[in-house]
């Protein structure tokens, strides 16, 4: 089993930054990929990147690609979520999501553990 715990979650306005982090306990060795999703009341979850344990490999939904950045730091076994430029339309429920096997697509599916997720509010 792999646990996920998200933080950095929170109220800005447009154009402010939130960095969110996401910390695995448990079984980290079986994680190949982390993720991140967001959802919005009523919408499907939506994927936003993930990033490869061991190669670093980055994934980017194509809208957050430039504005959404992915890191990890292994040391501290957590991965980030950078936000620049935040508008309300990325108001939603942020979810960090573990894939134990090699990734074939970045559907929800693919992702075997979520944390509970961070909610984040973008005033106008």
């Known amino acids: 089993q792999v646990q996920l715990a998200e933080s950095g979650g929170g109220s800005v306005q447009a154009g402010d930054s939130l960095r969110l982090s996401c910390a695995p306990s448990g079984r980290t060795s079986s994680i190949y990929a982390l993720g991140w999703f967001r959802q919005t009341p009523g919408k499907e979850r939506e994927f936003l990147a993930a990033?490869?344990?061991?190669?670093?490999?980055?994934y980017y939904q194509g809208s957050v690609r430039g504005r959404f950045s992915i890191s990890q730091d292994n040391a501290q076994n957590t991965v980030y979520l950078q936000m620049n430029s935040l508008q309300p339309e990325d108001t939603a429920d942020y979810y960090c999501?573990?894939?134990?096997?090699?990734?074939?697509?970045?559907?929800?599916?693919?992702?075997?553990?979520w944390g509970q997720g961070t909610q984040v509010t973008v005033s106008p």
């Open positions: 999501a573990a894939a134990t096997e090699v990734l074939m697509g970045t559907s929800p599916g693919q992702f075997a553990y």
């Open positions: 990033i490869t344990r061991l190669r670093n490999t980055t």
